[in-house]
């Protein structure tokens, strides 16, 4: 990949080169002696992912990492508790568009608390790993058993180690995610919902990356069709991120102070938390609730909740999948 293993593209765009040279000269091309063969299995970060690093689109919800009940792969993730036995199950793609040959590896599971940002590795927690990992031509699934610890909800890193194809790392996960195709970052929370009960989710905020301080801002969107409307959604910013907000002026679009410390989503196609600074390291705890009309009985929402820098480039998010509670 870019930065872990040049020789290797090296080795295939010399190759290419030297066909069409040698095709456009009307000369038949001499038998080349095959490169070595080496692994690329990746973990997509979202659906149009195939594997070219960096990736493009979002980093935090890839469809390659589901949690469920069984060891059965489940279409989507399923509601757990604290406390649950469950299965991480992963799916692996081979090859990428940089390695052809077939390679045992190690496939390493790890988790945080619930938010946009964690730093690489100490705010990670392992989970668990299954050695001697063989992946064939096109995917494999692989579960790794997690009983859900207590204390709150969580995201999931994954990541594919072979002797040919390692990741390079810093310790922004929101980097790692997007220049290695064999982390996966998936944080999606299942949300069962039932009419006028709010649902409370706590969430963290801050920065993954070496500089000393960023400036950024939390953005709420909502695909689909919007859960603002017949929902409601607020977030607590807390003490601490609500005097950081005020301090930056206050800034923002498609919120409303409710509050002291909280603000309601009231534009469901964008709604923006400006001006918010963090130092490199930092966790910032704040909570969103979500409340749910009549109007919504019956309904499937998506909520994004992802973090950007100044630059407008994201750091990182939550997907929330919001359903009616089965009776």
């Known amino acids: 990949m870019i ?18 040279a040698t095709l456009f000269a009307g000369v038949a091309p001499a038998v080349q002696a095959a490169p070595e063969a080496r692994s690329d299995v990746f973990i997509r970060d979202n659906p149009s992912d195939v594997g070219f690093e960096p990736s493009s689109g979002s980093l935090y919800s890839s469809p390659d990492i589901r949690v469920c009940k069984g060891l059965t792969p489940c279409a989507t993730d399923q509601p757990v508790h604290q406390g649950e036995n469950v299965y991480i199950h992963v799916t ?15 496939l390493q599971v790890y988790y945080t608390k619930q938010g946009t940002v964690a730093q ?13 990992v063989s992946v064939p031509y096109g995917t494999k699934t692989v579960a790794i058993p997690w009983t859900v610890p207590v204390g709150s909800h969580f995201c999931l890193l994954a990541r594919w180690l072979s002797p040919t194809d390692l990741p390079t790392e810093g310790l922004s996960t929101s980097a790692n995610a ?20 709010p649902e409370y989710r706590p969430i963290v905020f801050g920065w993954d990356g070496p500089d000393p301080t960023a400036v950024g801002d939390i953005v709420f969107t909502q695909p689909g069709r919007p859960f603002t409307g017949p929902g409601r959604i607020t977030i607590d910013l807390g003490p601490d991120l609500a005097a950081r907000w005020r301090a930056g002026g206050a800034k923002g679009e498609g919120v409303e102070r409710v509050g002291e410390t909280e603000l309601a989503i009231v534009n469901p196609q964008r709604a ?22 009549a109007e919504a009985a019956g309904g499937q929402y998506t909520v ?9 480039e994201e750091v990182g998010g939550v997907e929330y999948r919001l359903a009616a509670e089965k009776q």
Do not use: M
């Not at 690489?120 to 001697?132: A, N, P």
């Not at 997007?178 to 069962?192: A, M, Q, S």
């Not at 923006?272 to 009309?293: H, N, P, Y």
């Open 3 to 20: 930065s872990r293993n040049p020789r290797r593209r090296r080795t295939l765009l010399a190759s290419a080169v030297l066909a069409v």
């Open 92 to 106: 692996l793609n081979n090859p990428g568009p940089y390695g052809d040959g077939l390679e045992k590896g190690t």
């Open 120 to 132: 690489w590795s100490s705010q990670w927690t392992y989970i668990g790993s299954k050695t001697g």
């Open 178 to 197: 997007r220049n290695n195709n064999n982390i996966g970052w998936h944080n999606v929370n299942v949300l069962p919902f039932k009419i006028k009960i």
């Open 272 to 293: 923006r938390i400006s001006g918010l600074a963090f130092k490199s390291g930092e966790q910032v705890d704040a909570r969103l609730s979500f409340t749910a009309g």
């Open 304 to 312: 994004l909740v992802t973090q950007v820098d100044q630059r407008g």
